[in-house]
C-alpha cells in the first residue's frame, strides 16, 4: 500500500442509479487497496445512503447534507470538503474515474516538488464498459482495449484534479456560481490560468465507469444556460477585474 496520508480524496455523491452504487464500490475500493489515504464523501440527497455506505468502507469519512432539491451543488460541496481537509494536497476526484496507480503517484510527486495543480492524466477520458471493470479492480490496465472503448474527450478538464489547498483557497476555491452540470470544469481552469497558475498533466488516460446518464451528469439540467453565462463572464475578465470579483465570493471569506 502506497503511503498517502498527506492527500485526501474529496467525493461529491447522490446515488441517483444503481450504476452509481456499483461505481462507488469499485471506486472506493480501488483507492483504500492501493493507498493509505484519507477519503471524504459527501452525500447530497433527500435522504441518506450511510448505511450503504458504511458496508463499503468503514474508514472513509462520510458527510450527509440534505437536499430536497432534484439539482446537485457539486462546487459547494466540494468547498465545503476542501475546508474539511486536514492535508493541503487535496484532490477533487469524481466518483467514476480511475486511473493506474503511478499516475496517482506522479501526481503526488509534482505537488511536493512545486506544482499547484496538477490532472493526474495527460487529457483523454474514455468510458470503460462493465467487460472491463474486473480488470480496473484488480489492477491491469494492460487488459483493457481502448480501442473497444468510447472516447469521450481527447483533451479533457474534467474527471479529477489535484491541487494544493492553500493554492486554491488564494484565487477563490470552486465557482459556487455553478449548480449541477456544465461548464465549471472549464470555468475552474480559465480561471486557475487567468490567477498566473501553471497546470500540469501527468503521462496517461482516464477510465472511466460507464454509468445511466441523468439531468444532473447532462445538459438537460435547468441550470445549464446559467452555467454557461457564469463561464463567459469569468474568462471575460482581466486577472485584476477577477481579483476584484473572487472577493465578492463569500464562500472564501
Known sequence: MIDFKDVTFIIPVRFDSEDRKRNF??????????????????????????EFVKTISEKLTYVFEKNDSHL???TKMLNDM??????NFVVNYDIDVL?????????RFALGTGADFVFPYAGKFYDIPPTYFDNISNNEFDKINLDTCTLFNPNSLGGAIFFKKDSYTKIGLENENFVSWGHEDWERIGRIEKMGHKIYRIDGVLYHLTHQRT????????MYNHNGN????VMSMSREQL???????NWVK
Not at 464500490?25 to 450511510?50: A, Q, R
Open 82 to 87: 476542501t475546508k474539511m481537509s486536514k492535508t
Open 25 to 50: 464500490k469499485i471506486t472506493i475500493g480501488f483507492l483504500e487497496k492501493h493507498f493509505d489515504t484519507n477519503i471524504i464523501v459527501m452525500e447530497s440527497d433527500k435522504s441518506s445512503n450511510e
Open 215 to 222: 439531468h444532473n451528469s447532462s445538459d438537460a439540467n435547468p
Open 72 to 74: 446537485f451543488h457539486r
Open 243 to 249: 481579483t476584484e470579483h473572487i472577493k465578492t465570493w
Open 230 to 233: 457564469e463561464y463567459r463572464k
Open 99 to 107: 486511473f493506474k496507480p503511478e499516475q496517482y503517484v506522479a501526481s
